[in-house]
């Protein structure tokens, strides 16, 4: 079965810190991986998608089809950072937009 | 960026109702349209996929007759739960993407609430 492991329930980092959210999956296949972020009280927006190799408010992503993990990093965090985080992962083979999340990851950037 | 919007933004019914919610992608078509839950402090769960003009196919143990969904239009699914219980109560959030390939939108959810 297909899964999203993200290790991490809640990152707390000082400003301007570096941050590294973790993201695992598991398929067989060739999926296509992305990062969504929910702040506060809005909805669900894409951060990054692994194909565009973009970096998107100073977050990177790089795929690693090794060790099949796709991990969110940004150099040096600002306090707007703070929101949810998914991990998130469409199959290769199956329809387009019918995502599997991981768990989340909590940033709170203190400043 | 493209708008998917949802009616109502939260609901409180009472056990034994049915309660509508609708998802609309305000400029642009959408032939599949997806459902999400999500539970306090969970992750989004997809529930099904929405398709235009044909029935909608539901994830494993996900009751269809439980969670109607309709997609009449290019521009509206609806989602209804029937005979809502308090274990039904959620936050349910939907999603469409111009096409394959394109990002995906989604809605700002809806709170339901079962008395």
């Known amino acids: 079965a297909q899964r999203v492991t993200q290790p991490e329930k809640l990152l707390s980092v000082f400003k301007g810190a570096p941050v590294e959210l973790k993201c695992n999956y598991s398929?067989?296949?060739?999926?296509?991986l992305f990062w969504y972020v929910q702040y506060s009280r809005q909805r669900l927006q894409l951060l990054l998608r692994h194909i565009s190799r973009e970096s998107i408010k100073g977050f990177t992503a790089d795929l690693n089809k090794g060790e099949t993990s796709f991990h969110l990093k940004k150099p040096f965090a600002q306090e707007e950072d703070s929101a949810m985080y998914y991990c998130?992962?469409?199959?290769?083979?199956?329809?387009?937009?019918?995502?599997?999340f991981g768990a989340g990851t909590q940033v709170v950037v203190t400043p | 960026g493209a708008v998917v919007s949802q009616h109502p933004s939260w609901v409180i019914c009472k056990s034994g109702t049915s309660v509508k919610i609708e998802c609309r992608s305000l400029?642009?078509?959408?032939?599949?349209m997806f459902w999400y839950r999500q539970f306090p402090k969970q992750s989004l769960m997809l529930m099904a996929t929405s398709n235009e003009g044909s029935k909608a196919t539901y994830e494993q143990g996900v009751e269809k007759d439980k969670f109607l969904i309709n997609h009449a239009s290019l521009t509206l699914s609806t989602l209804t739960v029937t005979s809502a219980h308090p274990e039904d109560s959620s936050f349910y959030i939907c999603?469409?993407?111009?096409?394959?390939?394109?990002?995906?939108?989604f809605g700002q959810g809806t709170r339901l609430t079962v008395v």
């Open positions: 398929y067989s296949g060739s999926p296509e």
């Open positions: 998130a992962l469409i199959p290769a083979t199956d329809s387009w937009g019918k995502f599997q």
């Open positions: 999603s469409a993407s111009y096409l394959r390939g394109t990002e995906a939108f």
């Open positions: 400029d642009f078509q959408a032939t599949t």
